[in-house]
């Protein structure tokens, strides 16, 4: 149930559910899920579905990372370097790091980023840096960044992570619905926009100007202040 059948089943899901990118599915097909959950629910890992990995986290669906990684690709075959908020169990860092040169991860529980950081090595994916921080002021040694991830739901997108983006880089976040609102975004989805609900946002920079986009409907765990 963890074999490579199991995953190109999965791989096979995403694109019929409209992921076209082929680096992405090849990502997804060459990352193993199972050793990003707790071994108690490794046979469930090539699901389409969000699993616990403790202390009320989530790693997301399949199908999320890979439709935000080629949302974050924006028809690009790779990126350089790529900011992720909320390494999680580090999955989704894992997938970027087979599209992207450097995936710079940062996380405010220190357990998880532990946990994940020992993946990352056991795995050889000596291309993702992570940091125990507050994810909210990005990373500005770093910067700027081709491509920005948020993996936790925010009430607005911090201007640091804004400043953080490079010309025509992007940013994908899911945004609750009343930060879309304040926010000022709109888009055929406004107006529709259920309260309580949270939607994918993509920023894209254009000099000092942002164009913004409303994507779909999404569940995330919320962005959250400070460290524990
Ligand atoms: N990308 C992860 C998803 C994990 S869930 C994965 O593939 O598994 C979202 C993560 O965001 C959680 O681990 C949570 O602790 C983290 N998070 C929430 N607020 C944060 C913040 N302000 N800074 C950094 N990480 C944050």
Redesign the pocket.
């Known amino acids: 149930m963890t074999s490579q059948a199991a995953r190109d089943r999965l791989v096979a899901r995403l694109s019929d559910k409209g992921v076209t990118s082929e680096a992405v599915l090849q990502a997804v097909a060459n990352t193993p899920r199972h050793l990003?959950v707790d071994e108690a629910l490794a046979s469930r890992a090539y699901e389409d579905t969000a699993l616990p990995?403790g202390?009320g986290?989530?790693?997301?669906q399949p199908y999320i990372?890979a439709h935000m990684t080629e949302l974050l690709l924006n028809s690009s075959p790779r990126l350089d370097k790529v900011l992720?908020?909320?390494?999680?169990?580090?999955?989704?860092?894992?997938?970027l790091s087979m599209v992207c040169d450097r995936v710079f991860?940062?996380?405010?529980?220190e357990v998880?980023l532990r946990l994940?950081r020992r993946r990352f090595h056991q795995l050889g994916m000596h291309n993702i840096f992570t940091r125990y921080?507050?994810?909210?002021q990005g990373w500005i040694a770093q910067a700027p960044f081709d491509g920005i991830?948020?993996?936790?739901a925010?009430p607005g997108i911090p201007d640091e992570l804004l400043q953080q983006l490079g010309d025509g880089a992007r940013l994908i976040a899911p945004l609750n619905a009343d930060g879309i609102e304040t926010m000022g975004l709109s888009g055929p989805l406004s107006g529709k926009l259920g309260s309580g609900g949270q939607y994918l946002v993509s920023y894209t920079r254009h000099g000092d100007k942002f164009d913004s986009e409303i994507l779909d409907a999404v569940s995330?765990?919320?962005?959250?202040?400070?460290l524990?």
């Open positions: 990003f990995i202390l986290q989530t790693i997301s990372v992720e908020v909320g390494t999680g169990s580090g999955y989704q860092a894992a997938v991860s940062l996380e405010r529980i998880l994940a921080t507050d994810g909210q991830i948020l993996t936790a925010c995330f765990v919320p962005l959250l202040d400070g524990s």
